[in-house]
C-alpha cells in the first residue's frame, strides 16, 4: 500500500510527524484570576490592574466563567474532563511577564483525552486524539517597534484565560494540520468558547514537527512557536519539512530548537537552542487551591451543549438529503450553518424536505457566487435567511419559476427587499392559467402552422421552439409546467 | 488623669476600657505613644513612623468613643509590620528593593484594624521579605531588643525575627500592640525573646491580600501582644474570610476575648517527646514548670510522639524558600521598586536583584531555584511536600489523644547582635520548634512564662488543632496567670 504522505528524498522515503500545541483564548468579559476586562484594542496598559501588574501582596482569584468554558470545550471535544486539577506555576524572566511566572496546568490538566476527526476529502475522515487541554494566563505583549533603544510593554493581553489544547503527533503533512485547526477552529466557535479571530491572536498555534524513515523511532523535533493564521501553519509546516529534509538528506542532525515563522519570508528562523531552553521549575501555585469540580457541574454544562459540526451534517445529510460535500460546506463554518438553519426553519413550504434542499443549492449557488463577486464573507452578508425562505417557497408553490427566481434574487440583493414585494412590484408573478396559456398556444399555432406539420411529421425536438416562443409570448412568467402539459395535448 | 508614662503601662485592654470609660482620649492615648516612639528611637523599631496620620485616627477616634460609635479596638495605638500593604504609605517588607513603594492599596488585615478604629502610629522593621530570626537581615538595620542581660547589661541583644520591629515596639511599650506575621516562627520566636504573647493562627484565619509574600502556603498574619487577652482582641480583629484571598478560610471567628476562660480541667495536654529532647538545663526547667502549672489547674498531661519532627526544618528549608524564589521574581525593576539600569534586559535583572536583595534572601532564591529545577524537584521539592504531608499526619494522629501540645518556643534565650551565628545551618536552628506549625497549618502561641539565669524571657508554645484558637488563649490564659510572668520581670528588676 503506497502512503501518499510520504516524501521521496533522494536517499529514499521519509515521513513528516506533526503536533499542534493550540492557544485558544476564552470568551469571558474578565481575565482569568482578576477582574479586569478582556476587551481587544484598548490604550496599552489601561485593562491591568495592581494584581496584573504583580504588586505585592495581590492575589489570584479564579474566574469559574472561564473554567465553565474549558470544560465545554473539554466535552466539545470529547475529552475527559477531570474533577481534580491543579494550577501550577511556570517560572521564568520576562518583560511582559509581571510576576515571572504564567500560572498554567501542568502536572494535572483540566481535560485529558479527546479528539477531533478532521476532513481530508468528501468522504474522508480521520481521527487527530488529543492529549491535553489546560487552561493558562496569556502574557503581555512587548513591542519593539516604536523606539530604537527602549522595548515597551502592554499588560492589557496580561492574565487573559486561554486554552492550551495539545494533540498527539498524529498529523502526517501540512494539509492534515491545516484540516485540524480549520475543524478546531469550527469546533471551538460552535461552542462559543472561543471566536477564533486569528488576527486578533485569539487562535495561535505551536507546531513540533519532524522526520523519520517510516518503521523507525521519531526523529528530533522543531518547535514553530506563535503561528496566527491557518494559512501560515500551513507555510510554515511546508517550509520547515523542507528545511529539515535538506538537513537529513545531507547527513545531518536537525538540532532541537525553537524556531519562528516569518510569515513575510516564509521561513522560519532560530529563536532558542535546546542549551538554551528554559526551566520552566514548575510547582503547585500555592496561591490557588487544586480546582475540584462537581459531576453535577459537568453534567449541567453538558446539557447547555449545542448540536456540533459532524452531527449537524450527519442530520443535514440523513433529514434534507443533501450530499455529503453540501452538508459538509454548510456545517462546515458556524455562520453558514447558522443562516441555513434559520433559513430552512423560516420555509413555510408543504415539501420541507425539498426546501431544505433546495435553500442548500441556493445557499452554495447564488449566494455563494454573490457573495464572492462582492468580495465579501457570510459575517458581513445583509441579506436575511428569511427572504433566502421566501424565494425559494415562491418557487416551489409556483408563484414564479426558477428562472424568473433568479432575478429576483439579483435584485433582493441590491435592494434588500423582500421576494414577494419584488415579485408583485415587478408583474413577476407566474401564470398558471390554462386559459391564458391555451390562448398564448393557439396564437402560436395560428402564427406558425408551418412548423406545427412540420412536428407533427416527426420533427419532435421542435417541441423545445414552442416552449420558448409561449414563454417569450408570456413574459417568461408562464408556469413552464402547465406550458408542457397544454402543449403537449394541443399538439396530439 | 494619667500620666503619660503610666498610660503606656497599661495593656490593651485596660487601654480600652480607659477609653470606653472617657479615663483618656484616643489622642491623649497616641500622644503617650508617640513620646515614647520618639525617646527610644534607638531601638530602631520603625522603618516609617506616621505620627500626623496616627492623631488624625485618634481625633476620629475620640468622635467616635464620645458619639457611642466606637470599635473594637476604638482609639487602639498599634505598630503595623512593614509587610501589610498600607494605602498611601510606604512598605519595604525590609527590603531595599521596596523602599520607595507606596501601595495604592490596603491590606485586609489593616483594613480590619481600621474599621474597627484602631490608630497607626507607623511601620515597624523585619528582617527583610521576613526572611530571617534575627532583624539583622534588614536593610533598614538591626533592631535592639529593650530587654539585657543581668550579666553584661551594655550587650546590645537582637529581638528575634522576622518580626523584630513588631516585638521590639511592643515590649519596649512604643505601641500597645502589633501586627506581624509567622512563616516558620517569624510571630513566636520573637515574642518569646521579647517576653511578649504571639499567636501565628490557623493558616488561612487571617487574608494574606496585601501582605508581601515569602512563602505563600505557609504565610500567616498574627499579632504579638503584652498579654493573653490582648492577643486574643487582636486576633479576632485581623481575622476575617476575604474572597480576594483562594487560602483564606470560610470559617466563623468567634469572640476569643468575651469567650476567654482560664479553665483547663478537661484538658488534656500532651507533651511531645521529640520537643523534650536534648534541651538545656535551663528550658527543660522550663516546660517542667509549665507543665505544673497545667498540671495544678486541673489539665491532664501526657507524653505523646511525633516521628516526623527531625524532619520539619529541612523540610521547611526546601518548601519556603521553593516559594520564595517564585513569590519574589516580582521584584524585576519593571514597574515598581528598585531599577538599576543594564544594558540588556538581563543585565538590569541581574544588576537590579544583585542591588535590592539582601545576603540572605538571595541564599533563599538560589536554593529555591535549585530545589524546583529539572533533575533535583523530586528529590527535594516533591520529598518535601510527601514529608509536610507526613508532618500534618502526624499532628493530627496525635490531636486524636490530646487537646494541646506543649513545647518551649524557642531553643535559647535572646542572643547579641554580635555573636549572631556565622553559618545559616546555625541560625536555622532557631526555627526549630515553630517550623512544624507552619508546615501543618496548625494555629501555635508562644506565652512569656519565665526568665533565664540572664533574666532573659523565655517563652512556651501551644500548639492546636486547625482553628482551635480558642483552646489555646484558654489555656495561654491559664499559663499567664500561672506564670506570673510580670511579677517575675518585676523581682528581676528589684533585684537585679
Known sequence: ?492 | MMTTSSLTELSLTQAREGLAKKDFTATELTKAYLAVMNEKRELNAYITETPELALEQAKASDERLSSGKAGKLEGIPLAIKDLFCTKGIRTTAGSKMLDNFIPPYESTVTQNLWNAGAVMLGKVNMDEFAMGSSNLNSAYGPVINPWHRTDAPTKKLVPGGSSGGSVTAVAAHMALGATASDTGGSIRQPAAFCGLVGIKPTYGLCSRRGMVAFASSLDQAGPVARTVRDAALLTEVMASYDPWDSTSANVEIPDYLANISKDVRTLRVGLPREYCENLSSEMAHLLQQGVDWLKAAGATIQEVSLPTTPYALPTYYVIAPAEASSNLAKYDGLRYGLRVPGKSLDEMYENTRREGFGSEVRRRILIGTYVLSVGYYDAYYLKAQKVRTLISQDFDRVFGDVDVLLTPTTPTEAFAIDEKPTDPVTMYLNDIFTVTVNLAALPGMSIPVGLSKTGLPLGLQLIGPRFSEQRLFNTALALEEAAEFEQQVKLLRKVA
Open chain 1, 1 to 492: 500500500m503506497t502512503n501518499k504522505n510520504l516524501i521521496e528524498g533522494k536517499t529514499g522515503q521519509w515521513e513528516v510527524i506533526i503536533g499542534l500545541e493550540v492557544h485558544a483564548q476564552i470568551i469571558s468579559r474578565s481575565k482569568l484570576f482578576c477582574g479586569c476586562s478582556t476587551d481587544f484594542g484598548a490604550e496599552p496598559n489601561t485593562q491591568v490592574g495592581f494584581f496584573g501588574a504583580s504588586m505585592p501582596g495581590l492575589l489570584p482569584v479564579l474566574n469559574h466563567a472561564c473554567v465553565d468554558q474549558a470544560i465545554k470545550t473539554g466535552l466539545g471535544l470529547n475529552g475527559t474532563v477531570n474533577l481534580v486539577s491543579v494550577f501550577d506555576r511556570k517560572n521564568y524572566f520576562y518583560a511582559d511577564l509581571p510576576a515571572g511566572y504564567q500560572i498554567s496546568q501542568f502536572t494535572h490538566p483540566l481535560v485529558t483525552g479527546g479528539y477531533v476527526d478532521i476532513d481530508l476529502d468528501d468522504t474522508t475522515t480521520k481521527r487527530i486524539h488529543l492529549t491535553r487541554i489546560h487552561m493558562e494566563q496569556d502574557a503581555g505583549k512587548s513591542i519593539h517597534d516604536l523606539h530604537p533603544q527602549k522595548t515597551y510593554i502592554d499588560l492589557n493581553r496580561s492574565g487573559i484565560a486561554l486554552m492550551e489544547i495539545v494533540s498527539e503527533p498524529e498529523m502526517r503533512s501540512a494539509e492534515e494540520a491545516m484540516a485540524y485547526m480549520k475543524k478546531l477552529r469550527t469546533v471551538l466557535r460552535y461552542l462559543g468558547t472561543c471566536d477564533g479571530n486569528m488576527e486578533q491572536g485569539s487562535l495561535r498555534a505551536d507546531a513540533n514537527i519532524s522526520l523519520h524513515r517510516p518503521g523507525t523511532p521519531f526523529g528530533t523535533r522543531a518547535e514553530i512557536k506563535n503561528v496566527n493564521s491557518i494559512r501560515f501553519v500551513g507555510q510554515a509546516i511546508e517550509y520547515e519539512i523542507y528545511r529539515q529534509l535538506d538537513i537529513l538528506e545531507n547527513g545531518g542532525e536537525v538540532d532541537q530548537e525553537t524556531r519562528l515563522f516569518d510569515p513575510s519570508k516564509g521561513k522560519t528562523r532560530s529563536m532558542r537552542t535546546k542549551e538554551n531552553a528554559h526551566d520552566y521549575r514548575y510547582f503547585p501555585d500555592p496561591d490557588l487551591l487544586p480546582l475540584r469540580l462537581t459531576k453535577e457541574r459537568i453534567e449541567a454544562i453538558h446539557a447547555t451543549m449545542p448540536e456540533l459540526p459532524d452531527a449537524k451534517r450527519n442530520r443535514l445529510m440523513a433529514d434534507f438529503g443533501l450530499s455529503p460535500y453540501d452538508a459538509s460546506v454548510i456545517s462546515g463554518e458556524k455562520e453558514i450553518a447558522d443562516f441555513y438553519e434559520s433559513a430552512v426553519s423560516a420555509s413555510k413550504a408543504q415539501d420541507h424536505k425539498q426546501a431544505a434542499k433546495m435553500i442548500a443549492n441556493w445557499l452554495m449557488g447564488e449566494v455563494f457566487a454573490a457573495l464572492n463577486r462582492d468580495s465579501k464573507n457570510i459575517e458581513a452578508m445583509s441579506l436575511p435567511a428569511t427572504h433566502l425562505a421566501q424565494l425559494i417557497d415562491l418557487i416551489l408553490d409556483n408563484t414564479i419559476s426558477g428562472k424568473i427566481a433568479k432575478d429576483v434574487f439579483s435584485k433582493m440583493w441590491e435592494s434588500g427587499k423582500e421576494p414577494a414585494t419584488l415579485v408583485d412590484a415587478l408583474g413577476l408573478r407566474q401564470i398558471s392559467d390554462t386559459g391564458a396559456i391555451e390562448k398564448a398556444i393557439d396564437d402560436l399555432m395560428a402564427r406558425e402552422g408551418d412548423k406545427v406539420a412540420e412536428y407533427k411529421s416527426g420533427k419532435e425536438q421542435l417541441f423545445g421552439y414552442f416552449v420558448g416562443q409561449i414563454m417569450k409570448a408570456m413574459q417568461g412568467k408562464a408556469n413552464p409546467g402547465v406550458v408542457n402539459e397544454l402543449l403537449k395535448k394541443k399538439l396530439s
